[in-house]
Every structure is written in C-alpha cells, then in structure tokens.
C-alpha cells in the first residue's frame, strides 16, 4: 500500500505539490480571516439570588451559602 502510494505520488509530482500548494494557500485563508477573542473573559461567573430568611444578617447567609 504504502509502496503504491509513493509510486504514485513520484509519478504525478506536479499534482501532488499543486494540492499542497493549494492546501497551504487555503490554511493561510483560513488563519486570516478566521476572527480571533484575543481577551478572554476570564471573570468568576455570578449568580444574584434574593431570598427572604428571618431573623439573618445578609452576612449570615452568604456565609452560609458557601459551605454547601
């Protein structure tokens, strides 16, 4: 198999560097207009929770909360 293909490949030596050539040409294309985030966002994801719990500070039970 292996010793076909580079049969081939050395009998059609023109096809072969034209499609890597093109292949080349289509991976440049490809890296130029292909848009790029350069800034990721890179901030913790919040989550706004409004609860009622009586008789607790704010405080009392974001502290609470993290421990789950």
Request: glycine share 6%.
């Amino acid at each position: 198999m292996i010793d076909r293909l580079i049969e081939v490949s050395l009998r059609y030596r023109f096809l072969v560097v034209a499609f890597f050539l093109l292949l080349g040409g289509w991976g440049y294309w490809a890296l130029l207009t292909t848009p790029i985030d350069a800034i990721p966002d890179l901030s913790d994801n919040q989550v706004i929770v409004f609860t009622d719990c009586s008789g607790r500070s704010p405080q009392e039970v974001e502290d609470r909360s993290r421990i789950r």
